[in-house]
Structure formats: structure tokens, C-alpha cells
T-cell receptor, first 114, second 115 residues
Framework: KAGVTQTPRYLIKTRGQQVTLSCSPI?????VSWYQQTPGQGLQFLFE???????NKGNFPGRFSGRQFSNSRSEMNVSTLELGDSALYLC?????????????FGPGTRLTVT | AQTVTQSQPEMSVQEAETVTLSCTYD???????LFWYKQPPSRQMILVIR????KQQNATENRFSVNFQKAAKSFSLKISDSQLGDAAMYFC????????????WGAGTKLIIKP
């Protein structure tokens, strides 16, 4: 079974631009979560989607948004990029059934904002 | 709010020896999950081991085992017979046992293996 895939793997953007990152979960997984990883703040939860609905949201500004499609693929969007948005963005998928709660992570997208 | 603390930014161990990574957490919940994840330099986050809070027995996965002390809110990871491939960042994480799949993370411990 294929793992979680994220595209693109690397991205360089300029301040003020917007960016869209994509995540394809493991087949059969309906929950997709996004995390931001930076040296200063560590790993922080952005949001989680389940069956095309945002179920949980972390403490990030409204510039960060996401969505999930009917095939469970998810995208996150960051508008009006700031230098502080430079980070590794990790996506994780989960099957969500009784007793199954492991989150499987993708390789991440490294976003650099200049 | 739940918090996870890893007080060791970096640890080093000689190959084939045993090392223990520390993690403490704070929560008012009685039922939850605790995890140790490994992130090698290639960046792919990999689940090492998990512990369900209602289970008193400590989880074990091959060379990896945990010491779960629920009353003390402590969750340490022991790596036996350390191997060069164990070199990575290790993150302790907490999750409530409900529909909230948010993981709350510690700051991580960088594990160095000396050959």
C-alpha cells in the first residue's frame, strides 16, 4: 500500500504570494491532519479534515486554510505569505476505526518564503 | 491545555548500548494516547511506539520499550542495543482518546549514535 504523498516537496515563494500544498493519504484513510514544523516553534497542529469537513483547527491565523476532497486528498493554502511561514509542512493520515489511531506521515513540503 | 515536555535537547549513546529519552506531559484527561515518533534526517516522521493510557502494561516494540508512569505523567523511551540507524530526532506526542486527532508534541530530542 502506498504511503502518504505530499507535493511539491520543495517550494520557494515571495512574501505576499499565496501557496497551495497537496496531500494524498493512504488508501482508505479518511482523516487528514496538517502540521507546521519550524526550528523555533516545533511541531504545531494546523487542522484536521474528515470526510471533507474540517473537524479541528489549531491556533493559526485565517491566512491558513484547507480543504478535503471526496477522495480524501487534502490541500492547504496559505495566503499573503510572510517570512515566518517558512517551515516544513507535514501531512498525516489516519484510518479512524475503533482501536486504530496511528497517524502516518508524509515526507513533508519544505516551504521557503523570501 | 495539554502540554508535552522533553527536557533533553540532545542525547548521545555508544553503538550497542542502551539509552533512555525522557518525556513528561500534563493533562486533566484520564484516557489518552502517548506516542514516540522518530524523524531521521530524511524528515519522514515514523511512529516508533504507542501507549494507551488505560493499559498499565508498558508497550514494547523490538528494541524499543517505554516506561509509562501515569500518576507521574511520565513516558520515557528506552532504546536497547542502539544502532547507527537509530540516529534521529525523537518526538514524544500526546493525543486525547476521542475524535480529536490533534497531536500535541514535545520539542524533540536529537539522538546521536557514536560508532
Amino acid at each position: 500500500k502506498a504511503g502518504v504523498t505530499q507535493t511539491p516537496r520543495y517550494l520557494i515563494k515571495t512574501r505576499g504570494q499565496q501557496v497551495t500544498l497537496s496531500c494524498s493519504p493512504i488508501s482508505g484513510h479518511r482523516s487528514v491532519s496538517w502540521y507546521q514544523q519550524t526550528p523555533g516553534q516545533g511541531l504545531q497542529f494546523l487542522f484536521e479534515y474528515f470526510s471533507e469537513t474540517q473537524r479541528n483547527k489549531g491556533n493559526f491565523p485565517g491566512r491558513f486554510s484547507g480543504r478535503q476532497f471526496s477522495n480524501s486528498r487534502s490541500e492547504m493554502n496559505v495566503s499573503t505569505l510572510e517570512l515566518g511561514d517558512s517551515a516544513l509542512y507535514l501531512c498525516a493520515s489516519c484510518h479512524q476505526s475503533v482501536g486504530s489511531n496511528e497517524q502516518y506521515f508524509g515526507p513533508g513540503t519544505r516551504l521557503t518564503v523570501t | 491545555a495539554q502540554t508535552v515536555t522533553q527536557s533533553q535537547p540532545e542525547m548521545s549513546v555508544q553503538e550497542a548500548e542502551t539509552v533512555t529519552l525522557s518525556c513528561t506531559y500534563d493533562t486533566s484527561e484520564s484516557d489518552y494516547y502517548l506516542f514516540w515518533y522518530k524523524q531521521p534526517p530524511s524528515r519522514q516522521m515514523i511512529l516508533v511506539i504507542r501507549q494507551e493510557a488505560y493499559k498499565q502494561q508498558n508497550a514494547t516494540e523490538n528494541r524499543f520499550s517505554v516506561n509509562f508512569q501515569k500518576a507521574a505523567k511520565s513516558f520515557s523511551l528506552k532504546i536497547s542495543d542502539s544502532q547507527l540507524g537509530d540516529a534521529a530526532m525523537y518526538f514524544c506526542a500526546y493525543r486525547r482518546r476521542d475524535s480529536n486527532y490533534q497531536l500535541i508534541w514535545g520539542a524533540g530530542t536529537k539522538l546521536i549514535i557514536k560508532p
